[in-house]
Structure formats: structure tokens, C-alpha cells
């Protein structure tokens, strides 16, 4: 059974930094990305940022030059470091795993990120 396990949200002032972090355990399968998911109230989740193990990484406009998605040399751990935070990057931030096929992907239980003065 695929664990995903988020830790990093919080409550943050407008332009300041969070960085979530997501480790992946009891998988049998090789991880072929790992992506950060949002949702905020009355929105549909949304693909904030994804990293493939070969380090290619992409970004939803709204974060590009804000947010950065790295992973560790296992390629079991990602991280995102948000910085500059917004009140419109205020969601539940869900951590997402993908199997390239093997196995559906899998999910964390999520966390939040509220950005607030």
C-alpha cells in the first residue's frame, strides 16, 4: 500500500514562504513523477507543479518564478517551495504520485496552505 505524507502548510502572510514536503513509502513500483495538486473552495483541483525523475520539472503560470518543485536522489521525497505567497495560492495542497501506468496514482491526504494578513 502506496503511503503519501504531506507536512509544510500553515498560515503565511502575503509575500512570505512555505515549503511543503510530501514522502512516498510502500510503493513496488518505480515512481515516474510526483506532482503538487490545489484546490481551493469552489474551485476544481488544479496541477500546480510535477517532476519527472528525470528532473523535468513544469509549473501552472500563476506560480512560475514563485514556486519551486524538487525531489530527493531516491525520487521517494518532493518538495515545493513557495515563496512571494499570494491569497489566490491559499488551498489544500495535495501531493500526487504517478506510476507511468503500473499502478493508479496515488494520493496524500493534503494539507493546508492559507495565505492571509
Known amino acids: 500500500q502506496v503511503q503519501l505524507v504531506e507536512s509544510g502548510g500553515g498560515l503565511v502572510q502575503p509575500g512570505g514562504s512555505l515549503r511543503l514536503s510530501c514522502a512516498a513509502s510502500g510503493s513496488i513500483f518505480p515512481i515516474f513523477a510526483m506532482n503538487w495538486y490545489r484546490q481551493a473552495p469552489g474551485n476544481q483541483r488544479e496541477l500546480v507543479a510535477g517532476?519527472?525523475?528525470?528532473?523535468?520539472?513544469n509549473y501552472v503560470d500563476s506560480v512560475k518564478g514563485r514556486f519551486t518543485i524538487s525531489r530527493d536522489s531516491a525520487g521517494t521525497t518532493v518538495y515545493l517551495q513557495m515563496n512571494s505567497l499570494k491569497a489566490e495560492d491559499t488551498a489544500v495542497y495535495y501531493c500526487?504520485?504517478?506510476?507511468?501506468?503500473?499502478?493508479?496514482?496515488?494520493w496524500g491526504q493534503g494539507t493546508q496552505v492559507t495565505v492571509s494578513s
Open positions: 517532476i519527472t525523475r528525470g528532473d523535468s520539472t
Open positions: 500526487n504520485a504517478d506510476f507511468g501506468g503500473y499502478a493508479p496514482n496515488a
